[in-house]
């Protein structure tokens, strides 16, 4: 009779083998933290659901909101209308300027308010020549405080602060009036800033003549540029009151505010000028009279 075989188990080997297995199917220790996966993270998950609506709520909200400015702005400032203020040429600059300080041979003082453009009238408004006018006040200001030995930046920023304080304060003063004198309709605030911008061509020839030739040209050069200043906004703001369809009606209200704006304007062109060259340099000539 034939002995069956005997069944030998190494359980040494097999529990080499079972290791081995197991070491095979994870390649991490059995220590080492597992890492999930950055695709499918909760935080991107969720990330990627809201960014899109986020991102398209937001843009909506604000288009809208510069939508909503926009039309308020343009309620308030007519962007063509401002484009017409600066509708300039070389041509219209000369001759606006020659009327500014020779208002005196001036033949022609036509309609100014229903021009399109001031390229096509002389007496127009516009607000290119009182921009320039006052940044160039500011230049040739900070170049006599250099000629002075004074000049530094703070002081050239407190006289540009003063400059715009002192524009912006004659225009409220001049609402104000309108207000009161129920002449709003007249003029607008651009064209009274405008109005206000043109004296500084004058202060501008004034400073200059104080540079070259000392305090005897200056009081000369103002007392002129103050006449031909009024001369010129008097003229100019009767021929802008005269287009109006409400002329007859309160003339004289108007009339008074027209002369408040046209005889201030010397005033302010001595005060804002006279602290600059009541400081005595080597650098400025002196007259030998003095």
Known sequence: MTTPPEIFFDSQSAHSNVQQNYFSFNENPIDAPIQPSSKWTGNAFTDSIASEPVADFAKAYGGRIAQEGKEK??????????????????????????????????????????????????????????????????????????LQNRFSPEKLGLLSSATMAWLFAENIVVI??????????????WDTLAFSGYKYVGMICSLIAFII??????????????????????????????????????????????????????FIMWWLTSSLISYQSPYVPNDVSE
């Open 176 to 189: 104000v009036m309108r207000y009161i004198m129920s002449v709003s309709q007249s003029l607008t605030f």
């Open 73 to 146: 702005l343009g309620h308030y400032i007519s962007l063509a209308r401002m484009k017409q203020y600066f509708d300039v040429d070389n041509k219209f600059v000369g001759r606006k300027l020659s009327m500014i300080l020779f208002p005196f041979f001036g033949r022609f003082w036509g309609n100014s308010r229903y021009i399109e453009s001031p390229r096509l009238n002389p007496c127009a408004v516009d607000l290119y020549i009182p921009t320039l006018a006052v940044v160039t006040y500011i230049f040739v200001s900070g170049w006599l405080l250099g």
């Open 213 to 266: 030739s000392g305090r005897s040209a200056y009081n000369y050069c103002l007392t002129y540029c103050c006449i031909s200043v009024s001369v010129f906004l008097a003229r100019s703001l009767k021929v802008y009151v005269a287009d109006a369809r409400s002329y007859e009606e309160g003339k004289k209200r108007k009339m008074y505010l027209l002369l408040f704006i046209s005889l201030t304007q010397p």
